[in-house]
């Protein structure tokens, strides 16, 4: 997929003269391609898709997905939430832990938007006592080996136990969350065979609380990683509850998520970081002008892959520079000449962009605000925060 990629001309900007880099290239084809792509795999129903805003961080894209049909959203910010109720979002899960102000804001929100359903993450009864009183929907965390927030997956009773308390407190109880993210480093077979057997116990937690008197709503399951396990495994068909996977990676892609996911998906980058080529070091060796506050080195070195240039190994950044060793014979680009960098980790890069190029055929058709980049800022009141957005 990479291979043919290189080739298209079509994500070749036609004149950069005039651009500033290093900058975030967004392509609305290969977007709604994608997008289409997830909802064939989801045998056309968009309501089975519950896509992270954190990749997508542009109105402009969740606007595609709702156009879409896909109205169901979660998000890890109350930025990225204010944004998804302004983007045609219908139901969106804050999947975080929200304490204090940060609970209050979300609140707010929800408050504000009484035509979205809003929920948030619970692990503990601290956590639902918070929500008293207020209109905010409650998903359980499922903590399914990850080891960074929920209550473990064994603990089924634990889990029914904090059901009931949510039911005792007057709120409404929509589901659990359950993010298998840890696998994403594993050979498929592998990954599938550890996700299914998460999916067993899984399925006990739901049986635990279904036996105390409580049905389940949703579960939501899939990262970006594990799509394929999920959509593989049978234990998900037929249930009383809805069953959404939550992959949002799939809406731009990355060098990661396209060599973990099968090629049959025919998904496509949708992202790209234009840069050029500022210094020539030494022999061997050239730089060009996006370091880690351009493309993110959360992933590892190398940070990306140099679309169209297998002869140029991107080396470990700075902040504003990015050097690669040039191998075998060749010469390397010259200084000054435009290369296009397909990240490893797309989520955070599309973060570090406070605008984005939206190119189709080669020409630049608009410049789009990173609308959810970042966060609100702290002290402001909500009006001030609305009209703030709206800029």
């Not at 992270?52 to 979660?74: C, D, I, N, P, Q």
């Not at 359950?178 to 067993?200: I, K, N, P, S, V």
């Amino acid at each position: 997929m990479l291979n043919e990629f290189a080739g298209d001309e079509r994500y070749r900007l036609a004149d950069i003269e005039d651009v500033l880099t290093p900058a975030l290239v967004v392509y609305p084809e290969a977007v709604s391609s994608n997008i289409k792509q997830i909802l064939r795999l989801l045998d056309g129903d968009a309501n089975r898709w519950r896509v992270h805003v954190k990749t997508a961080k542009l109105e402009y894209a969740l606007r595609m997905l709702a156009e879409s049909g896909v109205r169901s959203f979660k998000c890890a910010t109350t930025l990225e939430l204010l944004v998804a109720c302004h983007s045609g979002a219908r139901d969106v899960l804050v999947a975080y832990p929200m304490v204090g102000a940060n609970a209050r804001r979300v609140n707010e929100i929800a408050e504000a938007h009484p035509h979205v359903r809003i929920s948030v993450l619970a692990e503990n009864e601290e956590q639902v006592e918070q929500w008293r009183d207020t209109r905010v929907g409650l998903f359980l965390d499922i903590n399914p080996g990850m080891n960074r927030t929920g209550i473990e997956q064994g603990h089924s009773a634990d889990v029914a136990r904090l059901v009931r308390a949510v039911r005792d407190s007057g709120l409404e109880f929509r589901g659990l969350h359950y993010y298998d993210g840890q696998y994403g480093g594993l050979e498929e077979r592998e990954r599938t065979t550890a996700a299914h057997a998460g999916y067993d116990s899984l399925l006990k937690v739901v049986s635990e609380v279904e036996r105390s008197g409580v049905n389940v709503p949703e579960v939501i399951t899939a990262g970006t990683p594990t799509l394929p396990c999920s959509l593989a495994y049978p234990g998900f068909h037929g249930q009383k509850f809805v069953h959404r996977v939550s992959p949002g990676t799939v809406t731009y892609n990355d060098a990661t998520s396209l060599a973990q996911l099968p090629a049959e998906y025919k998904l496509w980058p949708a992202v790209l970081v234009l840069t050029r080529v500022v210094s020539r070091p030494r022999k061997g060796m050239v730089t060009c002008d996006a370091g880690h506050k351009a493309v993110s080195a959360d992933a590892g070195v190398p940070t990306c892959v140099v679309v169209g240039h297998p002869e140029l190994t991107p080396l470990s950044p700075s902040e504003e520079h990015l050097p690669m060793a040039v191998t075998g014979d060749a010469t390397g680009p010259e200084v000054g000449e435009a290369l296009y960098l397909l990240p490893r980790h797309v989520c955070p890069t599309v973060n570090n962009f406070d605008c984005a190029l939206l190119v189709r055929n080669g020409q630049i058709e608009a410049v789009e605000k990173v609308t959810a980049r970042g966060h609100e800022a702290p002290l402001l009141g909500s009006q001030e925060r609305t009209a703030t957005l709206a800029r």
